[in-house]
């Protein structure tokens, strides 16, 4: 029972962290995709408004109360790296290559790591790897086109700087505490990054908003929720379950923006659910038939 209690906790908080960056995505494309507001501001008060949130939520859940947590400047530096060469590398590429630059090189960037570290994928993690990635680019496939090099180089940086960050949050026993000092801690970037475009700034109070919902809530909140999904994630299940986001995404279309359900986005789904299916299960299922 208390098993299953935990599975179901894990559950919710990755279903809820998935759905953030889902969000998150959609936010972007909004402010940035429309013009809304520049790449550099967008960053900036992204990571400003996560901040403030996660700063008011740390201080109200720990009050009278000494906490270790402190976060790390590497955290910080990965979370500053991905955001603004997301941001820059966003406007530049179409969103189906875009989405699969950024997430093919979190999958390889995660798994790279994790093997450099001694922990070798057994068959099945491979198998649901390549099941999974399969399905998702098959989703995107429709809305692929040619790269710009420099597009292609930031959505690359911003993937690889995404697996170092949700890899740094592998051994964090605070989520909150850990997630609120490490969007602390990128406050000196984000100055350096304010007195460096203030003068090609473009705003409008569209893009503001969308950018404070897009670091206050998808981010802020989202990424500490993360954090406290990877506890009982393994490095590779972290890896292949943020491939859903862009199903989430596409889902949210249709039931938010009254697109059409396709099967393409039905078949996209499965794939994908039967992927992360056979990495999370599949060493068990392989203990037991050996049996």
Excluded at 31 to 44: C, H, P, V
Excluded at 107 to 136: C, D, P, R, Y
Excluded at 142 to 158: E, H
Excluded at 244 to 262: H, K, N, R, Y
Aim: overall charge positive; glycine content about 10%; some cysteine.
């Amino acid at each position: 029972m208390k098993k299953d209690m935990q599975a179901l906790k894990v559950f919710i908080y990755t279903s809820i962290a998935l759905i953030a960056f889902a969000g998150n995505s959609i936010l972007c494309r909004l402010a940035l995709g429309g013009e809304a507001i520049d790449a550099a501001s967008f960053t900036s008060i992204r990571l400003l408004s996560g901040i403030v949130v996660l700063l008011a939520i740390f201080s109200f859940m720990n009050r009278g109360k000494v906490n270790a947590a402190k976060g790390s400047w590497k955290g910080a530096f990965f979370l500053f790296a991905y955001a603004i060469t997301f941001s820059y590398g966003y406007i530049t590429l179409e969103t189906g290559i875009g989405a699969l630059v950024l997430f093919g090189s979190v999958q390889i960037s995660i798994i790279l790591i994790n093997m450099f570290k001694g922990n070798k994928l057994h068959s099945m993690e491979w198998a649901g790897t390549i099941v999974a990635f399969a399905g998702f680019v098959y989703l995107i496939f429709p809305s692929l086109a040619t790269p710009s090099a420099i597009g292609f180089g930031l959505m690359t940086m911003a993937g690889v700087a995404w697996g170092f960050y949700t890899l740094a949050g592998k051994g964090s026993n605070n989520p909150l505490g850990d997630t609120t000092y490490n969007f602390l801690r990128t406050l000196p970037f984000v100055l350096i990054l304010v007195l460096l475009s203030f003068g090609d700034a473009s705003l409008s109070t569209e893009g503001i908003w969308l950018a404070v919902l897009s670091g206050g809530l998808a981010s802020g909140i989202g990424y500490a929720i993360w954090y406290q999904a990877l506890r009982s994630l393994s490095a590779i299940q972290a890896a292949v379950v943020q491939l859903l986001v862009p199903v989430i995404a596409a889902a949210g279309g249709v039931v938010f923006a009254s697109e059409e359900i396709t099967w393409r986005l039905v078949i996209a789904s499965v794939v994908v659910l039967g992927g992360i299916m056979i990495v999370i299960t599949g060493k068990q299922v392989l203990e037991r038939v050996k049996q």
